[in-house]
DNA sequence: TAGGCCACTTGATCGGCGTCAAGGACCGCC
DNA sequence: GGCGGTCCTTGACGCCGATCAAGTGGCCTA
């Protein structure tokens, strides 16, 4: 009967979310969900959509619900750097910045639960328990681009390649044990872990097929991977 | 009159301190800022002082008042990457975590405010508005990492060498116009320079022979770098 | 003044990864 | 079934930056 009540409290759009237990909106009150939900919309992008381009204006925050979104930056002539990649249920938007200083586009087909930018910035305003799930959510990225750092200043390609499999094989399934199997698809094409790790897809497809030349991986369909042992890949990603 | 009494508040610590004003400490109550001061001391260390290992425990937070910290972050096998430069205000320390994952070290000289992070974390409880602050800076810190991230994964060397001048320039005097002209000491050696930028010592010294060369910038004594148009610095660091 | 140490520079050589080019696998479309 | 397109793989080659090895200059100590 709690439950029901409890249920009853929770707006139709949020009942199921991920993100209202794991993602940012566990902080706020049924009264604030309720507000929030009002102007808020799911919506589904299909993989390439840009969600929003470098140098324009920022009017909605989001919520990844699924699927994997990757944010660009690029240099003037081209040369193009994925600085992130983000996943269910990982909050999308800069806040305290009108202006996008990066591209987000979906690596995937994604589904995203959007909001105004004005309410969210009101109800940061008023509720110190959402910003503090920002603060744990910035610092999270912050502590993993730092990470990815390393890899992209001293590590080798292969690596590096191997050091990305680790990072999609523990994300798609965080509670395996560190020398377990695992089996993945990758969200990303050659190109876009390329320009993750800052390689050309040349050589990133070499790399992929001397991990599996070493039977370290098994690759079906240029896209679905699967890991007998993570602790060889593990030492193969030079950390 | 008034500016008696306001400063009368302020703790004798804090009254010329620049983190009072530009940094986290900006966010607190008169009350506050001195229960805190109570607690914090000031500190000069060497260049070269490690101020917090790799998995070691951390129980203290810091301002960083005068010179500069370096983060760094070490493969097994000795390789290093520097992850992040902190300067004056900069906030130190992982809130929310006990265990560093990286370690800091003063580049230089550095004078430090330290205080202990069980009196830091309750203020975080009690006072949004810290948090707020906490949240600008660790925001500013991800932007930072991640416009770093393109340096380390798509420039080239010469690239790297002129993008870390420029960040040195522009740190030194924020306010300059794009095009003026800069006089700056390094704050790091090249060994240093070349863990930031993911380089060799040798690479970073050739390069930064080749500028001289061409007359963009003079460097005496090692250390202190002229610049007569930052533009011409800017048109080499490649974004 | 000699000697050692340290940070940095400079030169010669090597190899890892980028570049260029071709070819294969899979797809939808006509 | 042929055809073009996209994504990926594979091979040949060359260059940028790492590696190895001296050499220079400033500073400290004796």
Redesign the pocket.
């Known amino acids: 009967m709690r439950q029901d009540v409890h249920v009853a409290d929770v707006p139709v759009l949020c009942v199921s979310c991920e993100a209202r237990h794991r993602g940012v909106c566990g902080a706020l009150e049924p009264a604030q969900l309720l507000a929030l939900a009002k102007v808020s919309h799911k919506q589904n992008m299909s993989e390439?959509t840009e969600l929003a381009g470098d140098a324009t204006r920022a009017d909605t925050y989001s919520n990844v619900l699924s699927g994997v979104v990757k944010l660009t930056k690029s240099l003037s002539d081209g040369r193009q750097q994925i600085v992130g990649l983000q996943f269910a249920p990982d909050f999308l938007g800069r806040p305290f910045k009108s202006e996008n200083e990066m591209s987000a586009s979906a690596a995937t087909d994604v589904s995203l639960c959007s909001f105004p930018k004005s309410a969210v910035d009101r109800m940061l305003r008023e509720s110190p328990g959402l910003e503090h799930r920002l603060l744990e959510q910035t610092l999270k990225e912050l502590d993993e681009a730092r990470l990815w750092m390393v890899t992209l200043g001293r590590?080798?390609?292969?690596?590096?390649v191997a050091s990305f499999l680790l990072l999609i094989a523990r994300n798609s399934n965080p509670t395996a044990a560190r020398d377990a199997a695992a089996a993945f698809d990758?969200p990303?094409?050659?190109?876009?872990?390329?320009d993750f790790?800052?390689?050309?897809?040349?050589?990133?497809?070499?790399?992929?097929?001397?991990l599996?030349?070493d039977r370290v991986i098994r690759?079906e369909?240029?896209?679905h991977v699967t890991v007998d042992s993570l602790a060889r890949l593990a030492a193969r990603s030079g950390d």
């Open positions: 390439g590590k080798t390609a292969p690596e590096k990758l990303l094409t050659r190109a876009d872990i390329a790790l800052g390689l050309t897809i040349e050589t990133v497809s070499r790399q992929l097929t001397r599996r030349a690759i369909n240029n896209r």
